[in-house]
């Protein structure tokens, strides 16, 4: 695994130092000097995005800070994004961000898509996944940079989500214990907070490098038996057909998470899931 993330982090630091150029796959394996399909492989599997989406998401968030903290015209900032065409690049943008440049411009709030991702030399033993229920704890305040550090590499799976105002809800959240934490090696794995009177799930991120193995199923196990008992789970991610899912979706229904009612969040259109019923006679 350590071979795998150093290549992922040469990509990477290439992708951050070239942004402002053009980028694909071909290019970024060329200059670090691995396969193509190699590098799409690990790349995917570390960051789970493929450079395309990564490259794509990476530009889309600086051409929005530079949208709300510059005042260049669209057009030159489309063009730096590498669209060629304010038409184009407003099409993209509004499908991720859910409202057109000009529109975020007046709102003159930024907010990332995504942010440089920063992998870690990170290794736990997957053989004792079993355990890591009795592993995950709930959070202190000594965790809030841990957690922070995870939520700036989970950040393109909670849009809308202001670093500061969430700082403050987590440190309530965390003196109300309901935030859960899983650490290996002083790096946060995974993190969820919840909420008992609702039974929802407001918060869940999983390593990236780690949301292929049953960490999350250990967290679902957890906050269902010692948390939320006998209480309906739900939990809310992005609407099918979301351009900006990285996922979400996908790894909701695959913990026996169903579809339930379509919502607006903060502006966002999200929808509800729920927990299944056979999942959860699963845990009676």
Known sequence: MFCRVMNVI??????????????????????????????????????GLTIHDYIQRRKL??????????NKPIIEIALVAGYESQQAFTSIFKAMYKKSPNQYRREQEFYPLQLRFVLKKISINLETIPKLQKEITLATLLDISLWMDLVRLVIDGFPNLQEEEYVVQLKQCIIERRALILKSDNIAIGNMIFNQETGSIDFFGIHPQYRNSEIAHAFLEK?????????????????????ADTGQRKMLKELGFAEAELLMEFGYPTQKFVLSSEKGKDNE
């Open 10 to 47: 040469n990509a990477i630091d290439y992708i951050e130092e070239h942004l402002s150029e053009r980028l694909d796959l071909d290019m970024v394996a060329s200059a670090v000097h691995y396969s193509k399909y190699y590098l799409h492989r690990t790349f995917t599997t570390s960051v």
């Open 61 to 70: 968030t600086e051409a929005a800070k530079l949208l709300v903290f510059s």
């Open 223 to 243: 906050v269902i038996n010692d948390y939320l008992i006998n209480t309906a789970v739900s939990i809310t991610t992005f609407r099918e057909g979301d351009k």
